[in-house]
């Protein structure tokens, strides 16, 4: 599968943005897609992650409750709506899938997008 991250742009802290990722080819219902992020000089992070087949999400700590990842399965796509920005929220952000179940860790997505950057400013 081939994953194209968008949506990502430059916002003030306290806004919101939405990043889309668009998956070409089959997503089974045990596999799992996730975002990602990568803030410079930094190692890549854990962001939030859903099971393609029941909807179950999984969220970082730093951001729960203040972004959402949904999926849309008839048109193969992924959201990440992040609300409330902070600065320390810009990163590199990617999109992800997992074939195994794995849900948090970077080792177990195997699939990944281009990444698309999201810079937030104080």
């Known amino acids: 599968v081939q994953l194209q991250a968008s949506g990502g742009g430059l916002v003030q802290a306290g806004g919101s943005l939405r990043l889309s990722c668009a998956a070409s080819?089959?997503?089974?219902?045990?596999?799992?897609m996730g975002w990602f992020r990568q803030a410079p000089g930094k190692e890549r992070d854990f962001v939030a992650s859903?099971?393609?087949?029941?909807?179950?999400?999984y969220y970082a700590d730093s951001v729960k409750g203040r972004f959402t990842i949904s999926r849309e399965q008839g048109r193969n796509m992924v959201y990440l709506r992040m609300d409330s920005l902070k600065p320390e929220d810009t990163a590199v952000y990617y999109c992800a899938r997992a074939r195994n179940g794995g849900l948090r860790s970077v080792a177990d997505f195997v699939d990944w997008g281009q990444g698309t950057l999201v810079t937030v400013s104080s």
């Open positions: 080819g089959r997503i089974y219902s045990s596999h799992v």
């Open positions: 859903i099971r393609w087949g029941v909807g179950l999400t």
